[in-house]
């Protein structure tokens, strides 16, 4: 009797040892990650799992205090309790205790459980289920993950580790030497080192707070994708896109659809745009919009440029400004359009266009080659063969400075070879030429003009808009033009004239004209002329810095003159 309790004792003791000491090796806990869908290698139909299932990898245990086993509510359940340890592959699981489903080779983890893979990547929580089919975990509570890139923290986890993919939905911080970022929700690839975010997302930086919906960032390189409206906020300006991408450690951006750059002066936007942070350097491309935003004055073309510590902006390819004076917009276009902020108290702020400048307002229209505007002093300056129309009223000079006031014309001043010409209701040209001239404009209508130097006019009479009666013409140094209607209506001489007055029938067709006229209304623009955007030449595409483009000179004072480029007298 004694013999047979001793064999059943021996017995027990084996298969307590055999089951505590099954695969006795232990290893280093390992996170496990979300299941995003595991494709298995194709194989023999007949060795295929059923569909739903995993390869059946047994999960071992290497370690617990004590074993409870049975059946409850009908399934073989077996109790470890007192740090519990289970390894399947790469994978460790550590508890304080774990119930065992053999049947469903699934477990249920409680108390400061620890899954690690790898002996990089660990996960730790209050509890966990573990499938050993599909090798998949759910950890629940004060959760954290880590892996030598990162830390993250969120309520609970899903982790594949097939996949080695986390995934949670609760919300998630994570952190980096470099980055915080948190979303709703997000999945995390620890072989790409990729995270996929959706939802409230934000990411923090040394130099920008950003905000989006959609985003993905590497914890390797650093690099944030955005995936939809992109909100970028930083001390030296903002960004903004719907997708591209943004360097956390170069700090260079390549964004793509209605991206814009905003700083305190400018406002750069494109369908393409490069922006390097370190020196302020942004090139946009397609659909290219440039907004001064002191004088609310916009600038469109195909390319833009833009030097944030030089204060400078330069678009060009059918480059065309907008800006609205007194209730009217006011169309400038010309190949390549040039802004500069002030630099100090002794310069101002400039645009610069050239060449092939075109002009459009409801009250005024004009060309040259060139024009400089002041918006400092609110002087414009065309320089270059420069002709500007008002109502009936054309005129030509050397270069001619417009003085505005209150985004109005309130001066216009004309230097060297200056020529007035307008027409009557006979079709007959009214004509005035000097030196210099200057004219005064009330509520943007013309209303005077001073003529200083070599004056010289012919002024056609007429009855009642209908009937010529006659030309004066005259001779004299100084005089001056009455306006009415933006109608020349009357001249008055200033010193002694050599007038005469010529009859209808003694007009000869020579002498109707004065030295150096030429009406050219064939070349006054159009308002669909100044938008027509012309085909485009084949651009520079690099994001590269192009070098500075020449200033065209101007003087800032409307007293003072710009001799260069002095055309022929007779202009075509």
Known sequence: MNHTKLLFSLVFTLIAFTVFGQNGRQGQPTPPRPVLQQQTPPQPAQQRPRQGQGEKVPVDLQQADSLIGGTFNGQRIDKLIGNVIFKQKDGTLYADSVYQYKEKNVLEAFGNVRINQADTVNITGNTATYNGDTRTAKIIGNVVMRDPRMTLTTPSLDYNLNSRTATYTEGGVIVDPENRLESRRGSYNTQTKMFDFQQDVKVRTADY???????????????????????????????????????????????????????????????????????????????????????????????????????????YGNALMETVMEGDTLFLSADTLYSQEPRGARTASMIYAYPNVKIFKSDLQGKADSLSYNRTDSVMHLNVNPVLWSEESQMVADTIHVQLRNKTIDRMYMYSNSFIASEDTLQNYNQVKGRDMTAYFVDGDIRRVNVNGNGESLYFALEGDSVLTGMNKAICSDMTLMFAENKLKRISFLVQPDASFVPPHELEEGAQQLEGFNWMAELRPTKEQVLLKAPLPKVQTSAKPAVKAPAVKATTKAGSRNKAGRPKKNRQ
Do not use: C, H
Request: charged share 25%; net charge neutral.
């Open 209 to 315: 707070n950003i905000k989006a919906q959609n985003m993905r960032y590497n914890t390797l390189t650093k690099v944030v994708y955005f995936q939809g409206p992109t909100f970028i906020d930083g001390e030296q300006g903002d960004l903004y896109a719907e997708e591209g991408t943004y360097n956390t450690i170069t700090k260079v951006s390549n964004f793509g659809r209605n991206a814009y750059i905003l700083t305190d002066e400018y406002r750069l936007g494109g369908d393409k745009l490069f922006y390097d942070q370190n020196t302020g350097y942004g090139y946009a491309q397609q659909n290219v919009s440039l907004r001064a935003l002191k004088d609310d004055v916009i600038i469109r073309g195909a390319i833009g440029r833009y030097w944030r510590d030089r204060g400078e902006a330069k678009v």
